[in-house]
């Protein structure tokens, strides 16, 4: 009887000691992750639908801290720049310094440096414009518009403010990698293959993905490390009960 009360604290201090690793370990995963986030990510909330249907009005959005330099064609991108008014807005990068943009060829698509590009995050399919327009990017500037192309206010509408209607690349405060709410829409932004075919490709998404899954892993070690104990105890007080008395 001693040799199995010694086998059942040796195996109780031996669980104790794990569930409380898993709860440290699941401490510094979770609280981790948010520290984590809070370094690389801003949160804003869309005021208008020049982004729709990929965000919403009043849709909040996760922005990764990127430096202009990272930018890449088909980036959703948040950006503060005095000609546009100096508040942060939310458009697309479809040019890039030395790129020539054009709307429309003959199938109503934007073409860069004479190549069609497919989007299908328009929020008028095959339309890639109401109206044609011409623009040579010039060096470290960047040519944005928004998805909804009728109600947009973008580089189209600042073309006659010199550069094209570009803004600087320092400009760029971060770049959007996923919608927080509503929940319903929750998810990361897609990045478009349609800019695969040009020099410089697309860029790859943040780190966000990774980030959530260490703030699950940890939640859940908290969660059953703390559970161990009360579980534990349980299990012990029906195993003696089960015990029969001689």
Same mark, same amino acid.
């Given at each position: ?5 010694? =086998? %059942? ?6 669980? #104790? ?31 208008? =639908? ?29 950006? %503060? ?20 943009? %054009? ?14 590009? %497919? ?36 580089? #189209? ?27 319903? @829409? ?6 478009? @293959? ?43 007080? #029906? ?8």
């Amino acid at each position: 009887m001693r040799d199995m009360e010694r =086998d %059942e604290d040796g195996h109780g201090r031996a669980g #104790r000691a794990l569930s409380g690793l898993a709860v440290a370990v699941g401490c510094v995963l979770f609280l981790g992750s948010f520290a984590w986030a809070a370094f690389l990510y801003r949160p804003f909330t869309v005021p208008t =639908d020049s982004m729709a249907p990929t965000i919403g009005i009043g849709d909040r959005v996760l922005a990764q801290r990127i430096a202009g330099g990272e930018v890449r064609r088909g980036d959703v991108v948040v950006f %503060e720049d005095r000609v546009w008014g100096n508040d942060p807005m939310i458009k697309r990068v479809v040019g890039i310094g030395g790129d020539k943009v %054009e709307c429309c060829d003959r199938q109503g698509r934007l073409t860069v440096n004479g190549v069609a590009v %497919e989007e299908p995050y328009l929020h008028t399919p095959g339309q890639a414009s109401p109206s044609g327009f011409s623009a040579t990017v010039p060096p470290d500037r960047l040519f944005l518009l928004g998805d909804h192309r009728i109600t947009s206010v973008d580089s #189209r509408t600042h073309m006659t403010d010199g550069g094209q209607g570009t803004v600087p690349r320092d400009a760029v405060r971060a770049r959007v990698d996923a919608k927080a709410w509503p929940l319903s @829409g929750w998810g990361m932004i897609q990045r478009p @293959g349609a800019f695969d075919a040009l020099p410089g490709g697309t860029s790859r998404p943040g780190p966000l993905p990774l980030i959530v899954t260490c703030a699950v892993v940890g939640a859940v070690l908290i969660l059953g490390g703390a559970a161990y104990g009360p579980l534990a105890r349980r299990l012990a007080g #029906r195993g003696k009960a089960a015990v029969p008395h001689g």
